[in-house]
């Protein structure tokens, strides 16, 4: 069963801190790598994707990826209240159907 | 359409009756997913259609679901003989391929009463 894991939370960051949210996917073999954001009552939104090893930058946002590890995650710099949702790790995995599998989120909750 | 369309936003349902639920996924998308989402949950993956291929049926909780894809485009999820355990906001994205990037719409909250 291949399967992408991400701690629940939820994960409390004080205003203007770093938030760091992990992911690890069982499929040594996967290639692509998304961040969504939910907020409350809403859809889930794309933000970040990462396709290679190493950091990719956008705005206050860094995804990280080291597929030796199977390990993706994101980085949240300058954390701002409006931050606060649920971010679904998402995982392309080889083989048989390839299709985006989602973790269940980690909440995060930015502390005025 | 610009993006993902869904209906109706929101459907109330009595217990036992059918429903169907649409989504109209983006132009040229050849890969659509529906997930089912309760109050607090993740997302639950329901099925998956990739262009002609035989979809991936393997989250349909029980034979009261299905779903179809006419012509690659517009799908249909139906429920039949609605339970009250199927209330919960019903979300359908596409993709340009796969292995690409989801969309979502703005799902459909089904009301079983």
């Known amino acids: 069963q291949k399967e992408v894991e991400q701690n629940s939370g939820p994960l409390s960051v004080p205003e203007g801190a770093i938030a760091s949210l992990n992911c690890t996917y069982s499929?040594?073999?996967?290639?692509?790598f998304f961040w969504y954001r939910q907020y409350s009552g809403k859809s889930p939104e794309l933000i970040m994707s990462?396709?290679?090893?190493g950091d990719k930058e956008d705005g206050r946002f860094t995804a990280q990826l080291n597929k030796a590890s199977q390990y993706v995650s994101l980085l949240i710099r300058d954390s701002q209240p409006s931050d606060s949702a649920t971010y679904l790790c998402?995982?392309?995995?080889?083989?048989?159907?390839?299709?985006?599998?989602f973790g269940t989120g980690t909440k995060l909750q930015v502390i005025p | 359409g610009a993006g993902v369309s869904q209906s109706p936003s929101n459907k109330v349902t009595e217990k036992g009756k059918d429903v169907e639920l649409r989504c109209d996924p983006i132009?040229?998308?050849?890969?659509l997913y529906w997930y089912r989402q309760s109050l607090g949950q993740g997302l639950e993956f329901l099925i998956y259609?990739?262009?002609?291929?035989?979809?991936?049926k393997s989250g349909l909780p029980s034979d009261r679901f299905s779903a179809e894809r006419t012509g690659g485009s517009v799908s249909t999820l139906t429920i039949q003989r609605t339970q009250q355990e199927d209330s919960a906001v019903y979300l359908c994205?596409?993709?340009?391929?796969?292995?690409?990037?989801?969309?979502f719409g703005q799902g459909t909250r089904l009301t079983v009463v």
């Open positions: 132009s040229g998308h050849t890969a």
């Open positions: 499929d040594r073999g996967s290639q692509s």
């Open positions: 259609f990739q262009g002609n291929s035989a979809p991936d």
């Open positions: 998402a995982v392309v995995f080889s083989g048989g159907y390839q299709k985006v599998t």
């Open positions: 994205a596409s993709s340009h391929a796969g292995n690409t990037e989801a969309f």
């Open positions: 990462i396709y290679s090893n």
